[in-house]
């Protein structure tokens, strides 16, 4: 079947390529010429449509840009334009260079704790911004989560999203995605921020686990375990779950709103606390009988700057990076630039919680000068061609996140097989990183 033909132009964007089509509309890459930018476009196809459910269509497309335009944060994709094209509706918006979460987990495959504390404190940083501007998403799923190649996540389409004082999304709207839509919604009752907090405890879920949370394929095949069953317990799917994160989920997932956390800040403070102290996977042998792997090398020593970079994104998301080398380059040991980083973190008792975390972690080693570490210009002598093929494998396995990955594991790394085991902790399943590491450039 041939391929539907795309405009030259809509409006001033010149267009050029598809990224996504559904029945009801599509989604192009376009450049604006005005600003010389690459913008995402996304076109209804209203005219499909006919009076009232034409009217109300469109009417909830505009409160997509209405509703994101209120939410200036760097975790929610912008809105640039609003406009029509031959009378349908597109918004011009924020082009995400990544993927969505739902292509990362497809396949059922689990992710590593840490990393998926790391997405959904993102997810819940730009939930707290739409909740404080009245803006309730209601359709919080792994689709709707992208991950960029520079490490951000962004969430988007708020096209069924309630606004504080609009009458447009009516109670008893079953509108939302069944297998993480909160009981209340499924019920058609009016719903608040902590349906969106539901919503995102089912995709953390989804992430640790691997399964739904509710399974099934329609509104009615996820109602009755929704509405009447609590999901299985984390440890069920996820035995080396430490307590203190199944019962975080079983708050996030409780059937009553009253029961779950009470806004995205306290959700990613208790997230903070139930991930603390878990460290990444390492690649393991292959069990007996399995498939031949080869011999594992010892775990390589993680550097104390990298355990305060991980520990601050807990708090703070992938700007931890950046702020750690900054305050690396003014203080001169490893206490002085806990304390410098620890200002990043407005709530004072998640600042004292990070402080005791890392000192507890790193101990004596906070008295080493910072200035005394071997400098990465000394210890990588890695060519470009080798770190090529390091993202070019890596992302075989977990998507275009390796690029970021790469990026940041280098620093690290004291040669290209160092860097290679390191990069290895980041793939799930022990098959997979035994490939992984088969595909390390001979010595």
Same mark, same amino acid.
């Given at each position: ?167 447009? +999304?009516q109670t008893g709207a079953l509108i939302g995605t069944p297998n993480y839509m909160s009981p209340e919604q499924r019920r058609g009752e009016a719903v608040d921020a902590r349906s969106d907090l539901f919503s995102t405890g089912a995709v953390l879920y989804e992430l640790l686990t691997g399964v739904l949370p509710f399974a099934g394929r329609s509104f009615y095949e996820v109602a009755d375990p929704m509405l009447f069953a609590a999901p299985a317990p984390l440890s069920q799917h996820l035995p080396e779950a430490p307590p203190a994160l199944s019962s975080f989920m079983s708050i996030a997932l ?113 008295? +080493? ?25 890596? +992302? ?48």
């Amino acid at each position: 079947m041939a391929q539907p033909s795309i405009p030259a132009r809509i409006g001033r964007y010149v267009i050029q390529s598809t990224i996504g089509r559904g029945a009801m509309g599509v989604i192009y890459r376009a450049h604006d010429p005005l600003i010389d930018r690459t913008v995402a476009l996304k076109l209804v196809r209203a005219d499909l449509l006919e009076g009232d459910e034409r009217r109300g269509f469109v009417e909830r497309f505009q409160r997509e840009a209405q509703a994101a335009g209120r939410c200036a944060h760097a975790n929610i994709v912008a809105i640039y334009d609003y406009a029509l094209h031959e009378d349908n509706p597109y918004i011009a918006m924020e082009f995400i260079d990544g993927s969505s979460l739902a292509q990362v987990i497809q396949g059922s495959r689990r992710t590593p704790v840490d990393r998926a504390a790391w997405i959904v404190h993102q997810v819940l940083a730009a939930l707290g911004c739409a909740h404080g501007h009245g803006v309730v998403h209601r359709d919080i799923k792994p689709a709707n989560v992208l991950l960029a190649i520079d490490g951000h996540v962004k969430v988007t389409d708020f096209g069924i999203s309630r606004l504080g004082g609009s009458s447009l +999304t009516q109670t008893g709207a079953l509108i939302g995605t069944p297998n993480y839509m909160s009981p209340e919604q499924r019920r058609g009752e009016a719903v608040d921020a902590r349906s969106d907090l539901f919503s995102t405890g089912a995709v953390l879920y989804e992430l640790l686990t691997g399964v739904l949370p509710f399974a099934g394929r329609s509104f009615y095949e996820v109602a009755d375990p929704m509405l009447f069953a609590a999901p299985a317990p984390l440890s069920q799917h996820l035995p080396e779950a430490p307590p203190a994160l199944s019962s975080f989920m079983s708050i996030a997932l409780a059937r009553d709103p009253s029961q779950r956390f009470e806004s995205a800040l306290r959700m990613s403070a208790a997230l903070a606390d139930a991930v603390r102290g878990i460290e990444p996977p390492r690649p393991v042998a292959a069990p007996a009988g399995g498939p031949a792997a080869m011999p594992p090398a010892p775990a390589p020593a993680v550097s104390p700057v990298a355990e305060i970079e991980r520990k601050l994104a807990y708090y703070v998301g992938p700007i931890a990076r950046f702020l750690v080398r900054n305050a690396g380059n003014k203080t001169s040991s490893l206490d002085e630039l806990c304390q410098s980083v620890a200002a990043s973190i407005e709530r004072a008792d998640l600042r004292d919680a990070f402080l005791r975390d890392v000192r507890g972690l790193l101990g004596a080693g906070l008295a +080493t000068q910072v200035a005394n570490a071997p400098t990465t210009a000394a210890k990588l002598p890695i060519i470009q061609a080798d770190l090529d093929r390091a993202q070019a494998d890596l +992302t075989r396995y977990i998507g275009p996140i390796a690029r970021v990955l790469v990026r940041r594991e280098l620093d690290a790394s004291a040669n290209l097989d160092d860097l290679w085991q390191r990069l290895a902790t980041h793939i799930e399943r022990p098959a997979d990183r035994a490939a992984f590491l088969r595909g390390r450039p001979p010595r």
